[in-house]
């Protein structure tokens, strides 16, 4: 159980463009879900939490209007990385919980590429 | 401020028991957690800690030690396939996101 599915697993665009990353919770319902970027060799940074119905969270230094996050529904949650450029290049993960202090289980992945 | 530490590599032999520390100070606690990374792959959940002591799953067990501010995964019988970064995670708080250390890569060699 608790599976999450990401889609797609790798994308590349040409700088100025927009990329949509779909997250869904597959067998559990999900009113939070996170989404964490990974540069190479570097740890999981938290870039936001998505909040079903309402507005997301953005950590420090992550900018709201270039990466936009819709969670319309308890399953599905989007990240928009608009106007892409290649700082833009890394791993996307989006994760999420069953229930509040089980684990965080991840969905496979994004490799995004911005030429 | 919140702070996670756990060495940058590491290599073993296979057959070998490893032990990966993991030292924390953060904001709050809800829980230690142990995640595995093959390269460019998503992290799987290895395991979980919230109270102090060893909780054992196979191969793998992982230690708490709340008032020290410390964690350790011990790997034994290792394989070649465990090659991989072991990512030491803490939740300040339920339901919020995990707090991710850097990664410790483990090479196993033959």
């Known amino acids: 159980g608790a599976v999450v599915s990401q889609h797609p697993s790798r994308v590349i665009c040409k700088s100025g463009t927009s990329v949509k990353i779909e997250c869904r919770s597959l067998d559990f319902q999900a009113t939070t879900m996170f989404w964490y970027r990974q540069f190479p060799k570097q740890s999981l940074m938290l870039m936001a939490t998505s909040n079903e119905g309402s507005k997301a969270t953005y950590e420090q230094g992550v900018e709201k209007d270039k990466f936009l996050i819709n969670h319309a529904s308890l399953t599905l949650s989007t990240l928009t990385v608009t106007s892409a450029h290649p700082e833009d290049s890394s791993f996307y993960i989006c994760s999420a919980s069953p229930r509040s202090g089980s684990p965080l289980h991840f969905g496979n992945g994004t490799r995004l590429t911005v030429t | 401020g919140q702070n996670i530490d756990q060495p940058t590599e590491m290599t073993a032999t296979e057959g070998a028991i490893v032990q990966i520390n993991c030292t924390y100070q953060t904001s709050g606690f809800n829980g230690l957690f142990w995640y595995q990374q093959h390269a460019g792959e998503a992290p799987t959940f290895l395991s979980y800690?919230?109270?102090?002591g060893l909780e054992e799953k196979g191969r793998f067990s992982s230690f708490l030690s709340r008032s020290k501010g410390y964690s350790y995964l011990l790997l034994k019988e290792l394989q070649m396939k465990d090659s991989a970064s072991y990512l030491c995670a803490v939740s300040n708080q339920a339901g919020t996101a995990l707090i991710f250390g850097k990664g410790t890569t483990l090479s196993v060699s033959s």
């Open positions: 800690n919230v109270l102090d």
